[in-house]
């Protein structure tokens, strides 16, 4: 079993919808958690970290569950712009990433 | 601000060849870590630095080696290149405060024949 494991997808949306992505984790010495972005063919692009109280950056939701070791990305809004793959990421000393959900918007 | 370069973008090599990849930050960040990208296997860890002079095994390390002499530079060598080492390679760096995620760079195409 992977340390980071995330929904397979794709995800396939039309323009407006919400989506929602999970991503489970292993190791509960995990200190601090994140969201990227990834274009096809282009590095890993930091979206936003993950706080426990969980935190808004504009449509986009982080949320953190410690107990049930798990973190989630909502996307409000979509547009065509967000299609991509999201990876998560659990820094646990080292950077452990899962394996990525694509994501494609249509109109 | 540069931030992480990667050099080559694209490479080539045959089984047995031994190479390079060179990987720099203009950061001053404590950490920095290689990465593969397999089809279907997100980013996979290899190695990585916690300062100049500490390196540490990754989830697949076998193949590859690493050394921390500067606090900006990290190259990953390939001993001896094998089919299974194409992949994408990517290096990332961070400050040491773990609220920070990591930069990547551009990363590299490696193709082994």
């Known amino acids: 079993r992977k340390e980071v494991e995330q929904d397979p997808g794709p995800f396939n949306v039309p323009e407006g919808a919400t989506v929602a992505f999970n991503c489970t984790y292993s190791n509960s010495a995990s200190q601090s958690f994140f969201w990227y972005r990834q274009d096809c063919r282009k590095e890993p692009k930091l979206l936003m970290s993950v706080y426990s109280s969980g935190n808004e950056d504009g449509r986009f939701t982080a949320q953190l569950n410690r107990a049930s070791q798990y973190i989630s990305l909502l996307i409000r809004d979509s547009k065509l712009s967000d299609s991509a793959t999201y990876l998560c990421a659990v820094n646990r000393g080292d950077m452990r990433f899962g394996a990525g959900t694509r994501l494609t918007v249509k109109p | 601000n540069a931030g992480v370069t990667q050099t080559p973008k694209f490479q080539v090599l045959k089984t047995g060849q031994s190479m390079t990849l060179q990987c720099a930050q203009d950061?001053?960040?404590?950490?920095m870590s290689w990465y593969r990208q397999d089809p279907g296997m997100g980013l996979r860890l290899i190695h990585y630095?916690?300062?100049?002079?500490?390196?540490d095994q990754g989830e697949v390390p076998n193949g590859y080696n690493v050394s921390r002499s500067t606090t900006e530079d990290f190259p990953l060598r390939l001993l001896s290149a094998a089919p299974s080492q194409t992949s994408v390679y990517f290096c990332a760096s961070r400050p040491r405060q773990g609220i920070y995620g990591y930069t990547f760079g551009s990363g590299t195409r490696l193709t082994v024949v």
């Open positions: 950061m001053n960040h404590e950490y």
């Open positions: 630095s916690v300062g100049a002079g500490i390196t």
